[in-house]
Structures are given as C-alpha cells and as structure tokens.
DNA sequence: CGATTGACCGAAG
DNA sequence: CCTTCGGCCAATC
C-alpha cells in the first residue's frame, strides 16, 4: 500500500484513543520521517478539513495546543479535549506525559491498518 | 524555479 | 524555562 504522506498522517491520528493525545514528532517518527515532523503540521493543516482526522489530539513535543488557532474557534481545540477526559490549562495539557500516547510504540506491531 | 513560510524537534548557551 | 540556530519537507508566492 503506497500511501501519500498525508495519508499516513490521517491513519495515525485516527487511530489514536480517546483521552489520548500524541505529538507532531511522534508521528513523524512513527512514519520513519523523523525529523520532518513540521511537515506533520502541514498535513495536520490539511487535515483540520476532514472530520475523520481529530487533529485536536496532536500538540507538540510539550503538550501546547499550538495549533488551537487553526480551528474555528480559539477555545475549540481545548473544549474537544476537556471534553475527552483530558485537562487544559494555560493552552498546555496537564499531564501530558500521562496522557501522551506513542505510535511508535502502540501501533509498531500492526502499522498496516 | 528560487525564496519564504510553517500546527516541529533537538542541541547549545 | 527562554532564545537562537540548523535541519527537514511540502506548499505557497
């Protein structure tokens, strides 16, 4: 299966649980890009457009809702993960690291979904 | 086609 | 933790 890029950002994203959130660079790793990961942001960019792809559970390395913007709304992004179970303050997840879900690490054993 | 930008990351000070 | 710099790739101008 030969996907584009962007594709492949959507798989990963969609697959993330709920309450759950990742980073740029975790899924630029996890699609063996590495340290492309700004071009992750582009894909999310495109991705803010498809409503199968909950780009509000993607947030930099540190857990900042850094791309809150891009929604409709600026408070949008921080609803839709309160809404989740999960804790925003300050445009930063609370906890981040207990909530940060790693698809290298989840879905290295059945990355063709 | 060259230059700039972007929802990033990591290293160094 | 903050700032600066380099790198990476794609889209846009």
Redesign the pocket.
Known sequence: MEAN?FDRVYEVVRQIPEGKVT???AI?TYLG?G????????A??A??ALEDVP?HR?V???GML??KH?FSGINLMQQLLESEGLTVKNDEIVNFSKHFWNPTTELKTHRDL
Not at 35 to 42: D, N
């Open positions: 890029f980073s740029y660079g630029a890009t340290k492309s990961a700004r071009i992750v942001g582009w999310m960019n991705a803010h780009a993607v930099n390395r540190l850094t791309g891009h």
